[in-house]
């Protein structure tokens, strides 16, 4: 069975990509009026106003939000389990990593010593690390005391 969706007509020519565009507006409305970052409970507070901009951005039915908080923390569980690795090189070095990992979006978690002795899961997971190395450059392009940790990092990229 087909799910119909109504929508305004400016719901409906409201691209993707115009939601951030509504989200750092409005923030930056309230760092105006605030002189300040507006706290989470702030942004809450103003978003709760059906007419907000933002209204629609936040899940307001409470049993919704409940669910989606739980799977958050049941998330955050599985991600607290770790294995102690030790790297016997020259001195004994040990290191706590992740236990379990999400290779995908949309499939299940999986041992990270199993992934890693897969060929398919080992690519996914080094795609995943130089992702995050890139991202994490990214993020601190305008820290200049991390200049030369970024430029070496890029450069093997």
């Known amino acids: 069975m087909t799910t119909m969706v109504y929508k305004s007509r400016k719901e409906a020519n409201m691209r993707q990509d115009r939601k951030q565009d509504v989200i750092d ?3 930056e409305a309230m760092m105006q009026s605030l002189g300040r970052v507006p706290t989470s409970a702030e942004l809450l507070e103003a978003a ?11 899940t307001w039915d409470d ?14 569980l599985i991600q607290s389990c770790k294995f102690v690795v030790e790297l016997n090189e020259r001195q004994s070095k040990r290191f706590e990593v992740r236990k379990f990992l999400s290779l995908e979006r949309g499939e299940p978690m999986r041992l990270r010593n199993e992934a890693l002795a897969e ?26 005391e991390l200049d030369a940790i970024r430029s070496a990092i890029e450069k093997l990229l």
């Open 48 to 58: 709760s106003a059906p007419t907000h901009p933002l209204h629609a951005y936040i």
């Open 119 to 144: 060929p398919d899961a080992r690519l996914k997971m080094k795609a995943q690390a130089i992702g995050e190395l890139r991202s994490w450059c990214r993020r601190y392009v305008d820290l200049s």
């Open 25 to 27: 507006r409005e923030l």
């Open 63 to 76: 049993r919704e939000a409940a669910h989606e908080y739980r799977l958050l923390e049941a998330y955050r």
